[in-house]
């Protein structure tokens, strides 16, 4: 299948901070990402659509403001966590689509955050 | 609003047996269901992706079905191992490529 290739795969940063995850589809374009939150013994949880050359789509009840999201080329779409707290430690995780909707998801190798 | 439940929650098996896992979604207009496995910290690896007008699909050990009208899946292991020992989630897409997922099985084979 199609991969996914997301960094860093774990991260600890201070309060306050800012931390950016990058997600790249490596053998593929993606006009479409996503990025998903998991908190520990739970499922994932979508956060927002990352469209290429558009503002992304946040769900309900996800602050805007804070997860940053960039979708600068068919291969790459950031989240950027802004001004981090202890309360956004968890595991993002992104996917992608190959352009159709209706085609298979890839996803990410996920990444560890860790605000201290 | 689109609901996707899995049971069980957990479940262990002696190494060998065959093993059903369960996936059932509220809203049957779905253009695809996949299955995915999850080993502890780490991403998600896709297995099986059924699109909405088929029953089912096969890979290996792996067989998928899906009942949209009933808005049910099953994921049949067969002959498990050791190995096979991960988290598996159900997500259902019915809106735009959007992922909605199940709280996943987490199954445990013993050797």
């Known amino acids: 299948g199609a991969v996914v290739s997301q960094h860093p795969s774990r991260v600890i940063c201070k309060s306050g901070t800012s931390v950016k995850i990058e997600c790249r589809s490596l053998d593929f374009q993606a006009t479409t990402m996503f990025w998903y939150r998991q908190f520990p013994k739970q499922s994932l949880m979508l956060m927002a659509t990352?469209?290429?050359?558009?503002?992304?789509?946040?769900e309900q009840g996800v602050e805007k403001d804070k997860f940053l999201i960039n979708h600068a080329s068919l291969t790459l779409s950031t989240l950027t966590v802004t001004s981090a707290h202890p309360e956004d430690s968890s595991f993002y995780i992104c996917?992608?689509?190959?352009?159709?909707?209706?085609?298979?998801?890839?996803f990410g190798q996920g990444t560890r955050l860790t605000v201290v | 609003k689109q609901e996707v439940t899995q049971i069980p929650a957990a479940l262990s098996v002696p190494e060998g047996e065959n093993l059903v896992l369960n996936c059932s979604f509220t809203?049957?207009?779905?253009?695809?269901l996949q299955w995915f496995r999850q080993d502890p910290g780490k991403g998600l690896t896709s297995l099986l992706l059924?699109?909405?007008?088929?029953r089912e699909q096969t890979s290996g050990r792996l067989n998928a079905s899906l009942d949209k009208s009933s808005g049910r899946s099953t994921l049949y292991i067969a002959a498990s191992q050791p190995g096979d020992s991960a988290t598996y989630l159900c997500?259902?897409?019915?809106?735009?490529?959007?992922?909605?997922f199940g709280q996943g099985t987490e199954l445990s084979v013993k050797p």
């Open positions: 990352s469209n290429e050359g558009s503002k992304a789509t946040y």
């Open positions: 059924i699109q909405s007008s088929q």
């Open positions: 809203d049957s207009a779905i253009y695809n």
């Open positions: 996917s992608a689509r190959d352009r159709a909707v209706n085609t298979e998801a890839f």
């Open positions: 997500a259902v897409n019915n809106q735009g490529g959007k992922l909605i």
